[in-house]
């Protein structure tokens, strides 16, 4: 920040906050979520942790999912991506998810969602990816999908282990020629693979 | 190493040599297949800037590949595993590379093969990463499944994208259930979708 810039409390696309703050609720949510997951997290020990009032944690950064994006540096809302799966019809969501997920990453975004990648996996953050695949990709994905009852949770997982590793190979190692493929492509390719986990067969005894 | 031991130069588990000259061939080998890949690293040149002869290259990894392997500290010869594939046929690959792979990662080998990846997608290695991907399974499988001509490599990535992402979701984010899946039914489940990206239809388009 410039000398000019330091009186500004709004600046264009950031919520207002001294950073100050902004920073010690960030750091504490990272710690809360690291060690307890996102359910067993309260805004108000979010809050507690940083030394400051609930209701300004709710104010500068809105829900604890999207404190938890934030805290993760996400540079992108999740429920962004999940809210509209919601009103995509199961047999349609192994080309939706990735037909959404695909153009985000081949956008501005996309660097910012590597470098958050690369974090959560290489460094102390595992906790953090975990948490985030656990309770959000699979509870929204998830008890979609939970046909016969019990699979749902492992269906959302393989779904997630494919879209993980399509973007590991096409954006953190950029591996020809499928770097280089239009996400549309992409996305046909791996559908009805994403789709037959989503709705397929299961072998036996995968289920609880 | 303990003072009792820095007499010895063979120890068990480990191939005889001089540890600085296997160190100064071993960063020669990993700057050089950084740089210009498998394909187009010489041992002769991996010898020439570690300032050894070729042939004693040779004798402390044995091939290119075993060498490229040590550089990338793999725990384990790729080829023990890419081999015993050319003897499959292809309409049983999809089933075979999971129920082979994922019991080298539960094995004690597994410590070393999550520290490998780790470092391989973290760091600075990314391009020995896109060798390893590129030349050395897309060449293997890929050559197999090249049907239509053309469409190999992109069925091998897609191949390895799905099992880079069951990897990644199992041992290094070790979300749950699937952490605590038998390696058994983990390979059943991805079989039919990896034999798809081998053998099956692929969408318009996807061949050069």
């Given at each position: 920040?410039?000398?000019?810039?330091?009186?500004?409390?709004?600046?264009?696309?950031?919520?207002?906050?001294?950073?100050?703050?902004?920073d010690r609720i960030l750091a504490s949510a990272r710690e809360l979520f690291a060690r307890n997951g996102i359910d067993r997290t309260s805004i108000r020990a979010v809050a507690a942790g940083a030394g400051v009032d609930a209701a300004l944690v709710h104010h500068y950064f809105g829900t604890k999912q999207q404190l938890f994006a934030a805290a993760i540096r996400l540079p992108i809302d999740p429920m962004t991506v999940l809210v509209p799966m919601r009103e995509t019809p199961v047999e349609e969501l192994g080309l939706r998810l990735p037909s959404v997920l695909l153009p985000i990453w081949d956008s501005e975004l996309g660097a910012g969602l590597i470098a958050t990648l690369r974090g959560?996996?290489?460094?102390?953050?595992?906790?953090?990816a975990r948490s985030f695949l656990q309770e959000i990709v699979v509870e929204e994905v998830g008890s979609r999908v939970d046909?016969?009852?019990?699979?749902?949770?492992?269906?959302?997982?393989?779904?997630?282990?494919?879209?993980?590793?399509?973007?590991?190979?096409?954006?953190?190692?950029q591996v020809e020629p499928l770097a280089s493929l239009p996400a549309e492509q992409v996305a046909q390719t791996i559908a009805p693979n994403l789709q037959r986990?989503?709705?397929?067969?299961?072998?036996?005894?995968?289920?609880?």
């Amino acid at each position: 920040m410039t000398a000019a810039n330091t009186g500004r409390r709004r600046r264009p696309g950031r919520p207002a906050g001294n950073s100050d703050t902004r920073d010690r609720i960030l750091a504490s949510a990272r710690e809360l979520f690291a060690r307890n997951g996102i359910d067993r997290t309260s805004i108000r020990a979010v809050a507690a942790g940083a030394g400051v009032d609930a209701a300004l944690v709710h104010h500068y950064f809105g829900t604890k999912q999207q404190l938890f994006a934030a805290a993760i540096r996400l540079p992108i809302d999740p429920m962004t991506v999940l809210v509209p799966m919601r009103e995509t019809p199961v047999e349609e969501l192994g080309l939706r998810l990735p037909s959404v997920l695909l153009p985000i990453w081949d956008s501005e975004l996309g660097a910012g969602l590597i470098a958050t990648l690369r974090g959560l996996i290489s460094g102390a953050d595992l906790n953090l990816a975990r948490s985030f695949l656990q309770e959000i990709v699979v509870e929204e994905v998830g008890s979609r999908v939970d046909n016969p009852p019990g699979t749902g949770k492992i269906r959302a997982l393989f779904v997630a282990s494919q879209l993980m590793g399509v973007v590991m190979a096409r954006y953190i190692v950029q591996v020809e020629p499928l770097a280089s493929l239009p996400a549309e492509q992409v996305a046909q390719t791996i559908a009805p693979n994403l789709q037959r986990y989503l709705t397929g067969e299961l072998p036996d005894g995968l289920a609880p």
